[in-house]
């Protein structure tokens, strides 16, 4: 029988080795029912090897895992979700032509004489809507790539509901949406843990962390430097428990001016893969020594602006000028030789080959290019320096250029992908999301490293959804909503609620935001 007294989640010297890699070491994590617990740490400090224990995609090497006091042993997610246990993943785990009540039922379905009773299920799903003001109950037969990031989120949630969820992981929960669903994703955890739920969430946002989390676990090389009270920490003593160092949070005044015009788009338009026009007549500028950054939540056409810059995506119509010459026809190959890096959204599918190690990842964009090539013939040896280089600048874990990407977590594979792109020498960087999942130790570098770009004479442009990122490199915001620019505006003259605003299309009046360019 469970210990009602007992806390909701205990691991006990959890350790989880992959060769001779330990990504766990003896972990402890406790985790007082109804409270929110953070988990924080650099890139490979194993926090999601640890959630994915608990959740049962991992075994272990050692160690407990107890719930309520009884112990446990996950052989698979189906065992954690029987445990009362649920995950809510930062891609989500939503088929996207299924409607919502598929989606939440799917593989607990449940039946009336053999067959699947939807309206039982229909009614599970509305109590549960109606005891934490979930509005899901209003989309059931809508197919969930119609839904907007928020309402999937809390498709996710009200799915682990539904499953009996009484311990609830968040990885990072926070990372697609606006300023304004943040704020009704904290209502959601307060309303959760009121109720007796208990949840852990990952996250790189220390101020988040603080804000939304009762007590926080620090990791650190696989090991559990400490957990403290949220109200009794700041953001500096979290960051040096993170890294073993002073983290500095403010980016130096700039001291040098914009210069020409680098790259100028005119009246682009694009489309994405079904025909849907993302880009609706976008003109934008950016000059050399300057950042231009664009803030907006995911799937607003920054995605489809950005691949047509690059290259990756022809446009419907209108220009791109880059130095003054017409792209229009232009390969991607021809527009990296021109001196356009680029450092991709999707690391995993567009920034890396993950069956390559890091010496052949290294070469990608560069197989045309001195001095890793001459003669016609690749330089195999320039090739690997540059690849040690990389994993050296920018603290890529495990330093092994002979490791296969795939073996790489998400955060080293992101620092991996941005100094291959930032050392090209390019004369304009297009970096789309640089520091997502990466942990702020070496988000204090990449911004450090963008800066020192800028300062020396390059162009950035710069995309991401967070907002502290965008309003501190940013010389000038544009903020994107439904394939056009709402508004552009200087970043030390607006909040961010303002912004927020701005992304969800409400920043300006109808005919503002048809008359608005980003000009110098």
């Known amino acids: ?85 649920g995950m809510i993943h930062q891609h989500f785990q939503l088929i996207d032509t299924m409607t919502v009540v598929q989606n939440v039922i799917l593989g607990h379905e449940p039946t009336d004489s053999g067959l699947v009773d939807e309206d039982d299920a229909r009614d599970r799903i509305r109590e549960v809507c109606d005891t934490y003001g979930f509005d899901v109950d209003q989309y059931l037969d809508t197919p969930v790539e119609e839904l907007g990031v928020g309402v999937q989120q809390h498709v996710e949630i009200v799915k682990s509901l539904y499953r009996g969820a009484d311990v609830l992981i968040l990885d990072e929960p926070t990372a697609v949406l606006t300023p304004q ?43 559990s430097v400490g957990t403290v009270d949220a109200d009794a920490t700041t953001e500096q003593e979290l960051a040096r428990m993170m890294v073993g160092r002073d983290v500095l949070f403010d980016t130096e005044e700039r001291t040098t001016e914009p210069g020409d015009v680098i790259l100028e788009t005119r009246d682009l338009r694009v489309r994405d893969d079904r025909g849907i026009e993302q880009v609706s007549g976008v003109d934008l500028t950016v000059r050399s020594g300057e950042v231009l950054g664009i803030a907006g939540v995911d799937g607003n056409g920054q995605a489809e602006l950005v691949e047509a810059i690059t290259g990756l995506r022809p446009a419907e119509s209108g220009t791109v000028t880059f130095q003054g010459e017409n792209f229009e026809g232009m390969s991607r190959r021809e527009r990296i030789e021109s001196g356009i890096a680029y450092v991709p959204e999707d690391r995993q599918e567009k920034g890396l080959v993950q ?58 594979q992101q620092k991996f992908v941005v100094g291959r792109e930032l050392e090209r020498d390019p004369d304009l960087i297009v970096a789309s999301h640089p520091t997502r999942g990466v942990d702020i130790g070496s988000i204090e570098f990449i911004h450090n490293r963008l800066v020192d770009m800028r300062d020396t004479g390059l162009g950035v442009l710069l995309v991401s959804s967070k907002l502290d990122e965008i309003q501190k490199l940013s010389d000038r915001l544009a903020v994107m909503y439904e394939g056009e620019f709402v508004d552009v505006v200087d970043p030390n003259d607006v909040t961010e609620s303002e912004i927020g605003l701005m992304m969800a299309g409400r920043g300006a009046s109808e005919s503002d935001a048809e008359e608005e360019e980003v000009q110098p």
Do not use: C
């Open 1 to 85: 029988m469970s210990d009602t007294t007992a806390p909701a989640v205990e691991l006990d010297g959890i350790t989880k080795r992959f060769g001779d890699v330990v990504a766990n070491d003896g972990v402890d994590l406790t985790v007082d029912s109804g409270t929110v617990h953070a988990l924080v740490g650099e890139n490979g400090a194993g926090k999601t090897t640890l959630m994915s224990i608990l959740y049962g995609l991992y075994d272990s090497d050692g160690g407990t895992i107890r719930i309520d006091g009884d112990p446990r042993q996950f052989d698979s997610p189906r065992d954690a979700i029987d445990a009362g246990v």
């Open 181 to 223: 669903e943040v704020e009704e994703l904290y209502d959601v955890m307060e309303e959760l843990t009121e109720d007796g739920r208990s949840l852990i969430f990952i996250t790189h946002k220390l101020e988040e962390a603080m804000t939304a989390a009762d007590e926080i676990t620090v990791l650190r090389d696989g090991k």
């Open 355 to 412: 069956d390559y190690n890091l010496v052949r990842n290294a070469l990608l964009g560069n197989q045309t290019i001195e001095p890793y090539v001459e003669g016609g013939f690749i330089d195999w040896n320039t090739v690997r320096e540059h690849a040690a280089d990389i994993i050296e600048a920018y603290d890529v874990q495990p330093p092994n250029p002979d490791a296969e990407a795939a073996s790489l977590s998400g955060g080293n």
